[in-house]
């Protein structure tokens, strides 16, 4: 492969105005300056949400909880594409926004990725009966596995709905038995049929899960894809 070549803040400059004035294409400006479709873009965004100065930063652009939070939420909430919400927070690659958003899904806020206790949400939990954690668990599958979201929402721990979601992920309803006092040998399935039903329960599950991801991934690739295309 080729070596990849310094370009000047200047050359990035006048690709994006001519591509801006279409003189030029993204595809004409990727091959001009020996990158690839997706880097040109990325030089559009930046040139459009903080001009020439954009280009003039040395290292990575470092974006403040808020502003992370406050762009996936406005994602999420349908309040613009990938490229639009990037605009209007000053991201400077969809790639950034599709990052945050994958942590946000798994972690509830950007705190918990180095605390596990879920920054702000209840760092308490309460008691709960094996249906309401079941209900709970159901609700967080079908959030995309947002503890966070789901801590406020139910008025427990962070901790509690990631261990009950991985329980049951786990085990299925079997996992979500409280069994706190017994022998840990008496906290495996305690019958043939119940050791059956739990490893169905843990193969559905698995399915479902893999299938979600899926679907996500596949609509993320489909709003790029329009983003992309759109101009």
């Known amino acids: 492969m080729p070596q990849k070549q310094k370009i000047s803040a200047e050359k990035k400059v006048k690709l994006v ?20 479709f997706a880097t040109v873009k990325m030089w559009i965004s930046v040139y459009e949400n903080e001009g020439d100065e954009g280009f003039k930063h040395r290292g990575q652009k ?5 502003t992370k939070t406050s762009a996936v939420i406005d994602y999420l909430h349908g309040e613009g594409s990938l490229q639009e919400i990037c605009k209007k ?9 599709r990052n ?25 939990g309460r008691d709960t009966t094996k249906e309401e954690r079941l209900a709970i ?6 959030s995309g596995k947002n503890y966070g979201e789901m801590a406020q929402k139910h ?19 079997a996992g979500l038995e409280d069994r706190r006092g017994k022998r840990k040998r008496d906290q495996r399935p305690r019958t043939e049929l119940e050791a059956a039903q739990i490893e169905i329960e843990r193969l559905k599950h698995q399915l479902y899960l893999a299938e979600m991801e899926r679907d996500l991934l596949k609509k993320l690739d489909e709003i790029e894809r329009r983003d992309a295309f759109r101009k």
Do not use: P
């Open 17 to 36: 105005l001519d591509c801006l004035e279409n003189k030029i294409s993204v595809q004409e400006a990727a091959r001009s300056a020996g990158v690839d």
């Open 89 to 97: 927070y000053g991201i400077r690659d969809r790639r950034i926004l």
């Open 155 to 173: 008025q427990v721990s962070y901790r509690q709905v990631r261990t009950w979601t991985l329980k049951y992920e786990e085990l299925g309803a």
């Open 62 to 66: 470092v974006y403040t909880i808020e």
């Open 100 to 124: 945050w958003i994958k942590v946000y899904n798994v972690h509830g806020n950007f705190d918990s990725v180095k605390h596990a206790g879920g920054g702000s949400y209840m760092n308490q």
């Open 137 to 142: 668990v159901k609700d967080c599958l079908a």
